[in-house]
C-alpha cells in the first residue's frame, strides 16, 4: 500500500557528505549510541532513511536506528524502550491520522516529553502544516520530498542536539533536586562519620553514574576520631584522615591518613593545598572548605570523565555540604553548652553534699540504660523519642539541683530527719523544678533544662499517688521522672550515705520489686531488673 507521492529517489537527489571532523569522545568515555525509531509503513522509506543516515556520528556517537511498520508496532516499542531520542514519523498508516495519534499517546499515555518527534508525510493536504503544529507536541513537520540527504541530516543533528538540551536541563532539574534532599538529610546527622557517610551516600545519586568507591578524608588531625566534630585546621600539615569509605576503600575508613602506596596521594594533596576541587580522571577529588575553618575532601572515582554538568552540580553540592556542616557544627557547640551548663549546675548542687560522690554519674548512665530497655521493648512509643533518648541521661542528673536551696544544718544531717526537717528537704524538689522551669523558657523547643524541670520536680512522687510534692498518680508522672525515681533510690540504697549504711545488691533488688506499683512504674521496674541481670554492669555491685 502506498499512500505517498513521488518516490523515495525525489527525497535523496543529492549526495552530500557530513562534515568528517566532529567530536569524538575520549576511549574511555561510554559509547552510548544515539536511538533513532523510524515509524513508516513503507519498507522502501526505512531502506532509504537508514541508507541516508548510516554513517552519520554526533558528539562521537553513532546512530542506533530501530524500524516501526505500524503506529501499534511503534507504540509498543517505545512502551519498552524509554531511551528513544529521535522519532522520525509517518502520517499515514493503518489510518490516516494514525501518525497523529501516536504522537497524543507518547506524550499522554507514555508521559514522554523527552523524545523529539518529526513528522514525515507525502500527503501534506491529509494533515495541514499550521495546525499539526498548533495542534500537535511536535518538533518538525516535512514533506517527503523535501528531505534531501542534507536536510535529512541537519534535521536529525537539530533534533539530537534539541533532545541533548532537554537532557542537559531535565538532569540538572534532577540533580538540584538531589542535592536539595540530600543537603536536608545531612542536617540532621550527628557525627563527623555519620556526617561524612551521608555525604557519600548522595555523591552517587547526584553524578547519576557507578563509582567504584569513594572516600571522604579530612586535614583537621582532630578527625581522626571519627566520632566528634573536629576543630579547626591549623594549616600546617597535609596528612589526611579518612572519615567515611564505600566500594573498594571501605577497609580505608578509619585510617589515619591515606596509605603509604597510594597512588592518588599527590592530587588529593594538591586539592588541599590549592583549596579547590580537582577533576583528573579517573580519579577526581572535590574540595570542600567551611566557613568555621574545616577542611576536607571527597575522592571519587567515576567510570568516565565528568561532564561540565555533573562538575558544577558536585561543586554546588560541595557548597550546600559546607553550610551543612557548619551548622551540624554550630548546633553541637551550642548543645555542648547545654551539657556543660547542666553539669556546671550539677556539680554546684554536689559541692555542698559531698557524701553523695559518683551518684549523678551513675545515675545518668542508669537511666540511659533502662529509657533503652523500654525503647526496645516498644514501651511508651509516644514518650520514647529521638530527643528523650538523646537528652533524658544528661537531664537525669539535675533530679537534686533544689537541693542549693536546702540548709547545710538538714542537708548534712547525719540520721534521719525530723517531720519539720523533712518538709524542708522535700522542698528541693519544688525549689529545683522552678528553677529549671525558668531556665527553659529561655531556650526555644525542648532542652535537657525541659526533662531537667520535669525530673527536679517529680522524681519524688509515687506511681500510687502518696508521693510528693504534688500527689501525682501513674501516668501524669513525667516517664523521665518515673525512671529517674526508680533509679535514684536503687542507687542510693546501694552506697552509702550519712544517714545510712549501704545495702547488698540483692537486697535492694528485693525493696525495688516490692515497691513496683506502689512508689515505681511497674514497667520501669521490670526494664531496670532486666538490664542489671543480662548486662550486669561493672559500675553497679555491692554497696561500698
Same mark, same amino acid.
Given at each position: ?26 576511549? @574511555?568515555? #561510554? ?5 533513532? !525509531?523510524?515509524?513508516?509503513?513503507? /519498507?522502501?522509506?526505512? +531502506?532509504?532513511? %537508514? =541508507?541516508?543516515?548510516?554513517?552519520i556520528v554526533f558528539k562521537g556517537r553513532h546512530l542506533d536506528i530501530l524500524s516501526a511498520h505500524s503506529a501499534a508496532q511503534a507504540?509498543?516499542?517505545? @512502551?519498552? #524502550? ?5 522519532? !522520525?514519523?509517518?502520517?499515514?498508516? /493503518?489510518?490516516?491520522? +494514525?501518525?497523529? %495519534? =501516536? ?425 531496670l531488673i532486666h538490664y542489671i541481670s543480662t548486662e550486669q554492669p561493672d559500675w553497679v555491685a555491692d554497696g561500698e
Amino acid at each position: 500500500m502506498n499512500h505517498e507521492q513521488g518516490s523515495e529517489e525525489d527525497w535523496i537527489i543529492e549526495d552530500d557528505t557530513h562534515d568528517k571532523s566532529q567530536e569524538q569522545l575520549d576511549a @574511555s568515555f #561510554e559509547n552510548r549510541p544515539w536511538r533513532l !525509531l523510524i515509524v513508516d509503513d513503507e /519498507e522502501d522509506i526505512h +531502506a532509504v532513511t %537508514r =541508507l541516508a543516515l548510516n554513517n552519520i556520528v554526533f558528539k562521537g556517537r553513532h546512530l542506533d536506528i530501530l524500524s516501526a511498520h505500524s503506529a501499534a508496532q511503534a507504540f509498543e516499542i517505545l @512502551s519498552r #524502550e524509554i531511551d528513544i531520542n529521535l522519532i !522520525l514519523l509517518d502520517v499515514v498508516m /493503518e489510518t490516516e491520522d +494514525a501518525g497523529l %495519534r =501516536l504522537v497524543k499517546r507518547i506524550r499522554e499515555e507514555l508521559k514522554n516529553q523527552m523524545v523529539r518527534i518529526v513528522l514525515r508525510t507525502g500527503q501534506p493536504g491529509q494533515a495541514p502544516e499550521k495546525s499539526v503544529i498548533v495542534d500537535y507536541d511536535i518538533n518538525d513537520y516535512k514533506t517527503k520530498t523535501e528531505l534531501t540527504t542534507q536536510r535529512l541530516f541537519t534535521t536529525v543533528i537539530a533534533s539530537l542536539r534539541a533532545y541533548e538540551g532537554l537532557l542537559s536541563i531535565e538532569r540538572s532539574r534532577v540533580g538540584l533536586t538531589r542535592i536539595l534532599q540530600a543537603s536536608a538529610n545531612l542536617y540532621e546527622l550527628k557525627s563527623l562519620k555519620e556526617f561524612a557517610s551521608g555525604v557519600l551516600n548522595q555523591i552517587g545519586a547526584i553524578l547519576d553514574v557507578g563509582a567504584d568507591g569513594v572516600l571522604c578524608l579530612s586535614r583537621n588531625s582532630a578527625c581522626a576520631s571519627p566520632g566528634s566534630i573536629p576543630a579547626g585546621s591549623n594549616g600546617t600539615s597535609l596528612n589526611t584522615s579518612i572519615i567515611a569509605a564505600t566500594g573498594s576503600y571501605s577497609d580505608w575508613a578509619g585510617l589515619d591518613r591515606l596509605p603509604p602506596d597510594c597512588e592518588w596521594t599527590a592530587i588529593v594533596e594538591k586539592a588541599f593545598f590549592e583549596k579547590k576541587s580537582q577533576f583528573q580522571h579517573p580519579v577526581d577529588v572535590l574540595f570542600i572548605h567551611t566557613r568555621q575553618g574545616h577542611e576536607f575532601a571527597i575522592l571519587v572515582t567515576p567510570p568516565w570523565p565528568l561532564g561540565q554538568m555533573q562538575r558544577d552540580l558536585l561543586e554546588l553540592f560541595c557548597d550546600r555540604i559546607a553550610a551543612a556542616f557548619d551548622n551540624r557544627y554550630l548546633n553541637e557547640q551550642l548543645q555542648r553548652a547545654q551539657e556543660a551548663s547542666v553539669v556546671a549546675l550539677t556539680d554546684l548542687a554536689e559541692s555542698r553534699d559531698t557524701d553523695t560522690g559518683g551518684h549523678v554519674q551513675r545515675v545518668c548512665k542508669l537511666t540511659n540504660a533502662i529509657a533503652a530497655e523500654l525503647k526496645r521493648r516498644d514501651s511508651f512509643p509516644s514518650d520514647l523519642t529521638p530527643q528523650f533518648m538523646e537528652m533524658v541521661g544528661i537531664a537525669s542528673i539535675l533530679h537534686d539541683v533544689g537541693k542549693v536551696a536546702t540548709p547545710d544544718a538538714v542537708l548534712l544531717k547525719a540520721g534521719s530527719h525530723d517531720s519539720s526537717e523533712r518538709k524542708i528537704m522535700e522542698y528541693h524538689a519544688l525549689a529545683g523544678e522552678t528553677v529549671l522551669a525558668r531556665a527553659a523558657t529561655m531556650v526555644d523547643g525542648v532542652s535537657y533544662l525541659t526533662y531537667g524541670s520535669q525530673i527536679a520536680g517529680s522524681h519524688h512522687e509515687h506511681f500510687d499517688g502518696q508521693g510528693y510534692p504534688r500527689h501525682l498518680k501513674g501516668a501524669d508522672i513525667p516517664l523521665s521522672a518515673r525512671i529517674v525515681a526508680v533509679v535514684d533510690v536503687f542507687d542510693a540504697l546501694l552506697h552509702r550515705r550519712p544517714y545510712k549504711e549501704p545495702w547488698s545488691l540483692k537486697d535492694t533488688i528485693e525493696y525495688i520489686k516490692s515497691r513496683s506499683g506502689k512508689q515505681f512504674d511497674p514497667a520501669v521496674v521490670d526494664a531496670l531488673i532486666h538490664y542489671i541481670s543480662t548486662e550486669q554492669p561493672d559500675w553497679v555491685a555491692d554497696g561500698e
